[in-house]
């Protein structure tokens, strides 16, 4: 039995059927089977929902176009730091159901993205959208380790645990589920300083900014881990240090 929520229906049971990708690159989360450009274009034109182009400025929630059943997510992760561990341990206290989402609307809609995320001392990131639901919330875990909330009729936020397990370069899928504490702390280094108001002064070239991304890059250690993430870590943080130094 399905439960309306306004713009979605909360449909208990599968969830998506693929691993989440936290994509260090474009900072997005990706839970979908496209592994490339071309494949993502053809998914976007078989199916509806938000977003219509490569990466569009808005989330993107791709449905079945006849049941309208969530078929894939690519989330913004937004570019500021908030304290939202009040949020996160409302959202975490609620009853967690798998499942998957339904549109209500078969005409294409725009979703836009969160505006604040925290990365918190677990390894969890939190991604909030800014309104303060005034009903129910409910925690859909839409696939392994990633929940979307819902209140008055949308998202309010996702939050995915051990993120640090998701870390991708780009289009490829992790290759191992196993932890290293190590990068995720490295992590959580990138995002306290790849943000506002930091990400301004590195366009407009300010050398202390860049001298922490050059230590982080340097401290990435590639010999130990996890080295996929570790990899994808480093390429990302040393294009940054190449672009704005």
């Known amino acids: 039995m399905s439960e ?3 713009r979605f229906e909360v449909r208990p049971g599968r969830g998506l059927a693929v691993a989440p990708r936290l ?3 474009s900072r997005s989360l990706m839970v979908s089977p496209c592994q490339d450009g071309a494949a993502h274009e053809r998914h976007v034109l078989a199916t509806v929902g938000s ?6 400025e808005h989330d993107e929630l791709r449905f079945s176009p006849s049941e309208r059943v969530l078929e894939s997510v690519w989330l913004h992760i937004p570019e500021v730091n908030a304290d939202l561990a009040e949020p996160l341990a409302r959202w975490r206290a609620l009853p967690s159901t798998p499942g998957t989402l339904r549109s209500t609307r078969s005409d294409p809609f725009d979703q836009v993205p969160a505006t604040t995320r925290m990365f918190g001392a ?4 939190v991604c ?5 639901a005034s009903g129910a919330e409910t925690r859909l ?3 392994e380790g990633c929940s979307v909330v819902v209140g008055d009729g949308d998202l309010v936020g996702w939050f ?11 289009w490829e899928f992790p290759e191992s589920a196993v932890e290293d504490r190590e990068f995720q702390a490295r992590l959580a280094e990138f995002f306290d300083l790849v943000a506002e108001p930091n990400i301004e002064a590195l366009e407009d070239g300010e050398p202390d900014v860049i001298e922490r991304l050059t230590v982080l890059r ?3 250690n590639l010999g130990g881990g996890v080295q996929a993430r570790r990899a994808a870590l480093r390429e990302t943080v040393a294009e940054m240090v190449d672009f704005f130094g």
């Open 4 to 6: 309306s929520i306004g």
């Open 51 to 56: 977003g219509n182009w490569y990466q569009s």
């Open 122 to 125: 677990d390894g969890t990131l």
């Open 128 to 132: 909030a959208y800014g309104a303060i």
């Open 160 to 170: 995915i645990e051990d993120a640090e397990r998701f870390v991708v370069r780009s």
């Open 23 to 25: 994509i260090i690159g």
């Open 218 to 220: 340097d401290g990435i």
């Open 141 to 143: 875990e839409v696939a």
